[in-house]
């Protein structure tokens, strides 16, 4: 185990505050309140750097290291335009031909359907209009502060220079598919975002080494980029330490729980005394929830990224592209190109399959001219996923001083500070700026 840094505050007050349906107590005590935050991803840090800003004393706590999960290897976009849920009536009716062909978008392993069907019945229940419609405004509402939350973490720990407006390229081949896709910009149009439509001259004015390769595209100017969220992420990480937080390399294997109050937590090595506890294990949570005595319906939509060089490319790819078509993104990243692809359910355990985004690798030489592949550059990394598309982020029903922040799926880079804006207001009893009902976990009871 890994000791990197501890400093006590002198903080405390006491309240108790109505959070998302359960109430959240928060000790009153003399001493330095002490939080242990489960998970070092994007979500986690934020959440853990935001507590120490409040004066908590903080534990950050994970066997990865900071990074070392779903934040490392995504691609990299604050992908604020991002209020439509995964599951919508578009996306139900597509997924019998989605699963059909081997080159779609969407895998299932076949030993892993039992598991996953009751997680698939919740998707189709909340993909009704009215539900989708509900679910892109509460979507929504968390977006449009996540740029800034970023921000405000970043300045301070010196990447400011890292989020680049870049603004996020929708690509389509055909004017079909286009016009496939129209049910969501409408909707993204209903809560406010832009989408900007381009036809070929538009794309090629825009990122000219996409000169001839598009039909049509939507722009979301408001879409920013981080050129590599690892060191990204990592950087949070290190400012986390500057304010004396203790990170340790060790896993969370329990809870001291008793009366519906956390005492510690227990890892691998030790137990440690909390105050309050932050779940933000990722696709790793629903275990820990679990023991906490929540259930929720947490999965992993599994997905991949390869990196290709793009030195030899006459015209450098200037923002990051979705290519609908083949439901790839490709970023830029500094001389490289990350493309990322697929979903793919199989749980946690199980074997990688690299050629779900190494196939793509005759699509992208064709778009780009001159890219190739950096060996031994696949990646396979774990979104965090609940049917809703929502996350969850608030108290756990019925005990009195932990919080769940985890479930950001797609989103989770975009979504982690402005999470864990939220999760500091939370362990201060103090009201988020968003509404957070539609987060809260007591909406699996
Ligand atoms: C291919 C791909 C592309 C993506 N692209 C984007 C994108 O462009 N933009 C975007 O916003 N999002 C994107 N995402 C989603 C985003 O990466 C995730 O939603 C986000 O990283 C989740 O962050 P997290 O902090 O919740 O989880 P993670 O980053 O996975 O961190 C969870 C951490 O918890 C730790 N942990 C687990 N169990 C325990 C335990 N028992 N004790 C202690 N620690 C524990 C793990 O070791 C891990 O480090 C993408 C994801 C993938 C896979």
Not at 213 to 218: E, H, I, S, W
Not at 262 to 273: N, Y
Request: aromatic letters at 6%; proline letters at 8%.
């Amino acid at each position: 185990m890994e000791r990197l840094g501890t400093r006590r505050s002198p903080r405390g007050c006491g309240s108790a505050v109505w959070c998302g349906g359960v109430v959240f107590r928060v000790f009153t005590m003399a001493k330095p309140r002490r939080a242990i935050v489960i998970g070092g991803g994007a979500v986690g840090v934020s959440a853990a750097l935001h507590a120490r800003m409040r004066g908590w004393d903080v534990t950050l706590i994970d066997p990865r290291g900071v990074a070392g999960g779903a934040s490392s290897g995504n691609a990299g976009v604050l992908a604020v335009s991002e209020c439509v849920p995964v599951g919508s009536p578009g996306t139900i009716r597509s997924v019998p031909r989605m699963l059909a062909s081997r080159d779609g978008p969407l895998h299932i392993r076949p030993a892993y359907f039992p598991r996953l069907l009751p997680w698939l019945l919740r998707m189709v229940v909340a993909s009704t209009p009215s539900r989708v419609e509900e679910l892109s405004i509460a979507l929504a509402s968390i977006l449009e502060g996540a740029v800034a939350a970023h921000e405000e973490l970043a300045g301070p720990a010196g990447v400011r220079g890292s989020i680049v407006p870049t603004g996020w390229l929708k690509g389509f081949e055909t004017e079909a598919g286009f016009r496939g896709s129209a049910a969501d910009f409408a909707l993204m149009r209903r809560r406010g975002i832009a989408c900007d439509e381009l036809d070929g001259n538009g794309i090629a004015r825009l990122d000219p080494a996409l000169k001839g390769r598009f039909a049509r595209a939507v722009f979301h100017p408001g879409c920013c980029h981080v050129g590599n969220p690892h060191t990204y992420v990592r950087a949070l990480g290190d400012h986390l330490l500057r304010l004396a937080t203790a990170c340790l390399a060790d896993e969370v294997t329990g809870f001291d729980l008793t009366g519906g109050v956390v005492s510690g937590v227990r890892t691998r090595t030790q137990s440690i005394p909390a105050d309050a506890v932050v779940v933000a294990a990722g696709a790793w949570s629903k275990p820990l929830a679990a023991m906490l005595g929540c259930k929720v319906p947490l999965d992993t939509e599994r997905g991949y990224h390869m990196m290709l060089d793009a030195r030899d490319c006459e015209t450098k790819l200037q923002h990051p592209l979705y290519w609908a078509d083949k439901s790839i993104v490709i970023s830029p990243m500094g001389d490289l190109l990350r493309v990322t692809s697929s979903v793919e359910f199989a749980g946690l355990q199980a074997e990688p399959d690299f050629d779900l985004v190494l196939r793509n690798l005759p699509h992208v030489e064709r778009l780009l001219p001159g890219v190739r592949l950096v060996p031994d550059s696949t990646w396979l990394g774990f979104r965090p996923s609940i049917p809703d598309s929502l996350p969850v982020i608030g108290p756990v029903p019925g005990v009195a001083n932990a919080l769940l922040a985890f479930g950001h799926g797609h989103l989770g880079l975009t979504l982690g500070p402005v999470t864990g804006k939220i999760v500091g207001a939370m362990l201060d009893g103090e009201a988020a700026s968003i509404p957070t009902a539609p987060f809260s976990p007591s909406r699996f009871t």
